[in-house]
């Protein structure tokens, strides 16, 4: 009898915690959409700093779960977009001082694709 209940309670564990493990995942890609939907309405830097603050929450909890070694492409694609996001902050900060710098735009543009990639991945599992 107790070996069957340890059966079950590891049977319990190992189900919620990959379902913990997935939603990990679709917390830090739906994260990731939100950010990329608040960039293409328009924000403000100071509302941008905000939002990235928050999707680095949800980001960095997906990058430091098991799942996250389990599918090491969408974390990679996870971490390429922050490091996108963040290079796209401090592109912003210098475009504010220098109106004519243009690489803000690019920046944002490849980090849409890596959210592309990421959802499709993620469709995947």
Same mark, same amino acid.
Request: contains cysteine; glycine residues 2%.
């Given at each position: @009898?107790?070996?069957? /209940? +340890?059966? @079950?309670?590891? /049977?319990?564990? /190992?189900?919620?915690? *990959?379902?913990?493990?997935?939603?990990?995942?679709?917390?830090?890609?739906? +994260? !990731?959409? #939100?950010?990329?939907?608040?960039? $293409?309405?328009? /924000?403000?830097?100071?509302?941008?700093?905000?939002?990235?603050?928050?999707? %680095?929450? $949800?980001? #960095? &909890?997906?990058?430091?779960? =098991?799942?996250?070694?389990?599918? =090491? #492409? !969408?974390?990679?694609? *996870?971490? &390429?977009? @922050?490091?996108?996001?963040?290079? +796209? #902050?401090?592109? %912003? +900060?210098?475009?504010?001082?220098? =109106?004519?710098?243009?690489?803000?735009?690019? !920046? !944002?543009?490849?980090? $849409?694709?890596?959210?592309?990639?990421?959802?499709?991945?993620?469709?995947? *599992?």
């Amino acid at each position: @009898m107790r070996n069957k /209940m +340890a059966v @079950m309670l590891f /049977m319990l564990i /190992m189900f919620f915690g *990959n379902v913990c493990f997935a939603q990990s995942a679709n917390d830090a890609v739906r +994260a !990731l959409q #939100k950010l990329q939907a608040k960039i $293409e309405i328009r /924000m403000t830097y100071l509302d941008y700093v905000s939002a990235l603050e928050n999707t %680095w929450v $949800e980001v #960095k &909890s997906f990058l430091d779960s =098991p799942e996250a070694k389990i599918n =090491p #492409k !969408l974390a990679s694609e *996870n971490q &390429s977009l @922050m490091d996108f996001y963040r290079f +796209a #902050k401090e592109y %912003w +900060a210098i475009y504010l001082k220098d =109106p004519e710098n243009i690489e803000v735009k690019t !920046l !944002l543009n490849v980090a $849409e694709g890596h959210l592309k990639r990421a959802i499709v991945l993620l469709s995947q *599992n």
